[in-house]
């Protein structure tokens, strides 16, 4: 069924998309996959004890809250930690499968590899190694859609080092205006954590990612493979902004996010309460 004749019908589609590709090079050697470090405790019902609660579980919650129970992980060979831990879902309520990432240039090519599965849905995305609240962060992104029609609806969060994020910049009335990657001095405030999106900027990425198997050097003498030129999400998401998509976003003031990436996030992470 198409995104048209969803709207249509009044049904939607929701799948969760999540990039569980990264090789945890900032954190050291693991004896597991980055996406599988336990951060915190969880409790099944009150007849159990507590359980270590791994650090993607918070993702997958609420993404589960917003009533998405298809999830698409995509990964990269050799972390099979990551399926034998969660298998099918069934522990959230989930149906989960698995993808294998192709082209290590950047999370945009890892999602990609997901598109002829999710090209007609509305895709919730989050990083499965960056815990946020509030637990109903996802419902609220997916209102905004609904209330808007927008093509890409991001999650604002204030950013507690800006030189580590996606920094996005507003006009007075609040609509994004553009995204600056990991600036080393700005004055924005706000970063995006999370995001809703239809198939209008699923397609658009597919589309922009098939149209730069190469880039140029500077000088336009010669092609040089897109290899080594990581491409962010931000990126993608800042050449949109000069077309026809339509970019819409949630700020959440109260907002709080940690970002696992280096031993010193990690710290701090296990010693934060309420990322349910």
Same mark, same amino acid.
């Given at each position: ?33 980055? @996406? !599988?470090?336990?951060? =915190? $405790?969880? +409790?099944?019902?009150?007849?159990? *004890? %507590? ?117 996005? @910049? !507003?006009?007075?009335? =609040? $609509?994004? +205006?553009?995204?600056?990657?990991? *600036? %080393? ?92």
């Amino acid at each position: 069924m198409s995104l048209k004749n969803q709207k249509q019908n009044g049904h939607y589609d929701l799948v969760g998309v999540i990039p569980a590709a990264g090789t945890a090079s900032r954190l050291g050697p693991l004896p597991c996959s980055k @996406e !599988l470090l336990p951060v =915190g $405790f969880h +409790r099944q019902d009150k007849k159990n *004890p %507590s359980r270590p609660k791994v650090v993607s579980h918070y993702l997958l919650r609420k993404m589960r809250r917003a009533n998405v129970s298809k999830i698409y992980m995509i990964l990269r060979k050799g972390k099979w930690d990551i399926p034998a831990y969660f298998g099918d879902g069934k522990m959230l309520d989930m149906h989960i499968a698995y993808l294998i990432m192709d082209l290590p240039f950047g999370v945009p090519y890892t999602l990609d590899q997901a598109y002829p599965f999710v090209k007609d849905s509305i895709v919730l995305f989050g990083f499965p190694d960056i815990p946020f609240q509030p637990k109903d962060a996802f419902v609220q992104l997916l209102n905004k859609q609904r209330d808007t029609r927008a093509d890409l609806v991001l999650g604002l969060f204030l950013a507690d080092n800006p030189a580590k994020m996606d920094m996005v @910049e !507003l006009d007075n009335k =609040g $609509f994004v +205006r553009g995204i600056q990657i990991k *600036p %080393s001095k700005t004055h924005l405030q706000y970063t995006w954590i999370i995001a809703v999106w239809t198939s209008a900027f699923t397609h658009y990425m597919h589309e922009y990612i098939s149209s730069r198997p190469e880039i140029e050097s500077q000088d336009g003498s010669e092609h040089k493979p897109v290899q080594g030129q990581e491409l962010y999400v931000g990126d993608v998401i800042q050449a949109a902004l000069k077309t026809d998509i339509k970019v819409e976003s949630v700020f959440f003031p109260k907002g709080k996010y940690v970002d696992i990436g280096t031993p010193e996030d990690l710290m701090a992470a296990t010693q934060v309460k309420g990322n349910n």
